[in-house]
């Protein structure tokens, strides 16, 4: 190994018109500068490998990146999309909350004028869906919600709302001629006399064949006689037109009063007659005064009702109190 010591000289002969330049170098520099340069030339190459492999790295990261980004903006995109069908679908629930409710207001109206017309009680029974919840109680399983469950409440909540609008369509015009109905029952009911036409209850004689008071003989009775007190107010038993207002030596003071359809209605041994030939009256109008003119024991209202004419019993019209006006 004396040779790595040893000194070694390198001439470099330039051109004719320069001087020799010499190097003197050891054996050991002579050796240790090719491995340097190996290991520089080694070390490039390494850190060109390593600067294509990041630059690789980084190619594929951005591709990622890009892919990410793309799949991030069509999700953001369907998201935004189904918000977009959410709230429209809020805004036809909206639209269609507030068609139900004009058209329940309306029905709750139909409703509370037939129960008027018929007289029926308005308190409303208590249903479930009027009821609320408190603190209390409560468990069963928790169960996850089906991601399509939103949608689906959705679809069938607007189905519900769409069969619940079609019935209405057609329960309104059924309440509409369940309305007339009633109106045009009231409207025969209120000419036809089914009220007592005196506060007294108390009937002396009845229809048909009695004994007569005066002679003891049987005779053909064509109303039914309610005891009283002179004076007690006379009602007419439906709406109608006085057809006769008159005085008779056996039937006293009397009052005739023509109701339509054939129907009519007479007030004999009155004390009194308030109403007179032509007067329009109303049920339960006072018509006149119980007395005893006429034939007659007593004070007492001699009551009548005829049909084309002729007399019937009026204890089978009589269905009702006289309301207070």
Known sequence: MNWLSKKFTFVIIPDANQSVQRFRLSGLIIILLPITIALLAACAILFFLLL???????????????ASALQYEQQLSENESHISEL????VLFSEQAHAMENKMVEISELESQLKQLAGIDTKAPVSISSLSTVEGGQGGEELPLPEEAGTDLILETSKQYADVLQQMDAIIPQLQHTKKAVVSYQEILQITPTIWPTDSRKVTSLFGIRTDPFTGRATYHSGFDIGGNT???IYAAADGIVTLSERDRVLGINVMIDHGRGISTRYLHLHKNIAEVGDKVKKGQVIGELGSTGRSTGPHLHYEVSINGKNVDPVPYIKADRKEP
């Open 231 to 233: 004076g007690d107010p």
């Open 87 to 90: 709230q429209t679908n809020l």
């Open 52 to 66: 294509s492999r990041h630059a690789s790295v980084t190619d594929t990261l951005k591709n990622q990146l890009a």
